[in-house]
């Protein structure tokens, strides 16, 4: 009885933190939050987005704890850091639980675009060139890229 009551707790809480004021404050410019990750908060993103749901404290610093060697207070300022910048949220209850303002999918569209906008002035067709004379492309990519497009074509 006591290990289903605690699940049920748990779930009402994720349900709790999904709904939360600052979630929905929090989450209205995902592409301005997303410039604002360095790469070790970008590490603690990983792990909420993997998890796909709310996570206490606890297994956020055990997961890192052992993927990147990093100390409780260094997991804390990062977590704090990204609450600041308002990318993640967090809820009290039995513990701190985290929660991000912005899917994986906005972040990587960010950084496509971002990565297109330094170094090919926003041109997608400079950047594919530069890749092709640089021999990074072959004709198996070349031919499966035309037959993407054959087929997008048609949609």
Not at 23 to 32: F, H, L, W
Request: hydrophobic content about 35%; overall charge neutral; some cysteine.
């Amino acid at each position: 009885m006591f290990i289903a009551q605690h699940i049920e707790n748990e779930i009402q809480y994720n349900e709790n933190c999904r709904r939360s004021e600052c979630r929905e404050k929090c989450s209205t410019d995902s592409m301005g939050l997303a410039e604002r990750i360095s790469d070790a908060e970008l590490e603690v993103m990983k792990v909420l987005w993997r998890e796909g749901r709310s996570m206490p404290f606890n297994a956020i610093r055990v997961e890192l704890s052992e993927i990147k060697k990093w100390k409780k207070s260094t997991i804390a300022t990062l977590l704090r850091r990204l609450l600041d910048k308002g990318v993640v949220s967090a809820c009290e209850g039995r513990g701190r639980y985290y929660a991000p303002n912005i899917s994986y999918g906005e972040y990587v569209e960010y950084e496509e675009q971002s990565y297109i906008d330094k170094l090919y002035g926003g041109d997608i067709k400079k950047m594919v060139t530069a890749l092709c004379s640089r021999g990074k492309i072959t004709e198996a990519d070349i031919g499966e890229l035309k037959e993407y497009f054959r087929m997008r074509a048609c949609d």
